[in-house]
């Protein structure tokens, strides 16, 4: 009789052991179909007992597969939106280049005209040299491809590296320009790279600003940082689109008619990041706009 109650206690716990891993798995199984088909785990299910700590393991393992996804999708839509964006902007310089060649080709074209042609065509080259350049490095920074060190340097001598640039611009549109350079300080940036953020930021004020216009460059040394302001009288920037124009290919409405990108500004932020600087810009619209771009001081 004992062996018998013996035997049947051990089938009776062989019994209840398979249930229980039966329902363990199955319960596993809902767990796993839940991450699957991407639907949230039962609340239930992360309250019972010793079976908790495995379903708050499968949430967690969830909860990061759904944020790989959503990065994955948002990494994707960039993607979309950026070939877009480069379609968009190489279209116009390739159509102009198609346009001008075939004008070329016309046998009964006159010398001056000829001229012309040539000039136009070698001017959309030049645009179509700089948007690409411009768009390689903007992939390369926003990739971390392109690395580099600031040091410390004369702001005086990147400041006159980007006037260098565009002076010749500024005097053929008969632009007043003044610069309060007479005093140097040594920051933390990278030559080349700052000098590009300013180039940047004098051909907009160029861009914008109407002939006997003014373009003037001061610097303004604080505590922790130095200001570069870089304040013009052109045609200013609307309240609601201050935050805008930093964004990757933003152009304003009232620029449509003006030669532009909308990648200077956007890739000048890259730069300055990488630098441990910043950007800010102050405009009223219709009397002009400065921008001001912070960099480290040294320590002394």
Not at 139 to 148: A, N, P, S, Y
Not at 191 to 215: C, H, M, P, Q
């Amino acid at each position: 009789m004992v062996i018998f109650t013996l035997i049947l206690l051990l089938c009776l716990t062989i019994l209840f052991a398979l249930s229980y891993n039966r329902k363990t798995y199955q319960r596993i199984n809902h767990l796993l179909d839940c991450v699957l088909n991407r639907e949230e785990i039962p609340y239930s299910s992360l309250k019972e007992g010793n079976f908790s700590a495995l379903a708050g393991r499968i949430e967690r393992i969830q909860n990061i597969l759904e944020k790989q996804v959503s990065l994955a999708q948002e990494e994707k839509e960039q993607i979309k939106s950026l070939v877009s964006n480069m379609s968009h902007q190489l279209k116009t310089p390739l159509a102009n280049l198609s346009l001008y060649t075939e004008i070329l080709e016309s046998p009964r074209l006159k010398e001056e005209q000829k001229k012309q042609a040539v000039k136009k065509l070698k001017k959309q080259v030049e645009k179509l040299d700089w948007i690409t350049g411009s768009l390689l490095k903007m992939i390369k920074l926003e990739q971390d491809v392109i690395t580099f060190e600031a040091e410390e340097r004369s702001i005086k001598e990147t400041i006159t590296d980007a006037l260098d640039a565009v002076y010749t611009k500024i005097e053929k549109k008969g632009i007043y320009f003044s610069a309060e350079l007479d005093q140097d300080y040594r920051l933390y940036h990278n030559r080349k790279w700052t000098a590009e953020v300013f180039v940047n930021i004098l051909e907009n004020a160029v861009k914008y600003t109407e002939k006997s216009g003014t373009i003037r460059i001061s610097i303004r040394p604080y505590e922790l940082c130095t200001e570069i302001c870089f304040s013009d009288t052109g045609m200013g920037i609307r309240d609601q689109e201050i935050t805008r124009i930093f964004r990757r290919f933003y152009r304003s409405p009232d620029a449509e008619n003006i030669e532009g990108s909308g990648i200077g500004l956007y890739l000048s932020n890259l730069i300055l990041e990488k630098e441990k600087g910043y950007m800010i810009v102050k405009s009223q619209y219709g009397k002009g706009s400065a921008f001001s771009v912070f960099l480290q001081n040294c320590k002394k």
